[in-house]
């Protein structure tokens, strides 16, 4: 009996250890995963190739009422801060077709980067998104430093944003 409770002291002790190293040095960095996909025009994009700027990925649905709620405001959010360095890609849900998309692109006059996630390869590798709207603020240097399900607070995202030095126009 003394031999097993040893093993099992140690290892409480030792996960006891990492859970106080954690929670002094903050939270676990979560990096973007590397993904590649085409844009609705045909265009291809990987997202290292936005590394050293910030990145905010919405997962959206053409048949979602907060989707298109906020779209004027992410239409603003644009405007704002694309000429500072933001990137922003808009990510269409696998059950949407792409003509629902591109409809909605035009009559929402979408500006950003729009992708349909037919076989849900985005979605999975961003944690198996299943809900709209999801959001993801990805830093320069490609951490996830914000995971919002569910209406954004803007004030708080441009808030995010001018801390990552942006300011907008």
């Known amino acids: 009996m003394k031999t097993i409770k040893k093993p099992l002291l140690i290892s409480i002790m030792v996960t006891g250890l990492l859970l106080v190293a954690i929670f002094i040095n903050g939270t676990i960095v979560q990096l973007a995963p590397e993904i590649s996909f085409s ?6 994009h990987t997202l290292t190739q936005y ?3 910030p990145v905010l990925m919405i997962f959206w649905a053409t048949d979602c009422p907060g989707c298109v709620e906020e779209m004027p405001e992410l239409n603003a959010l644009y405007q704002d801060y694309t000429d500072q360095g933001l990137t922003m890609i808009g990510v269409a849900m ?3 077709s792409p ?3 591109s409809a909605m692109r035009i009559q929402r006059k979408l500006p950003y ?3 349909w996630d037919k076989n849900n390869e985005i979605a999975t590798a961003f944690n198996r998104v299943r809900v709209t709207p999801t959001h993801f603020l990805i830093a320069p240097n490609g951490e996830i430093v914000m995971r919002k399900i569910g209406a954004l607070n803007f004030q708080q995202l441009r808030s995010k944003l001018d801390h990552m030095g942006l300011t907008p126009t």
């Open 39 to 44: 844009d609705m025009d045909g265009k291809r």
């Open 51 to 53: 590394t050293d700027q």
């Open 94 to 96: 696998s059950h949407d």
């Open 99 to 101: 003509e629902h998309i």
């Open 113 to 115: 980067i729009i992708t």
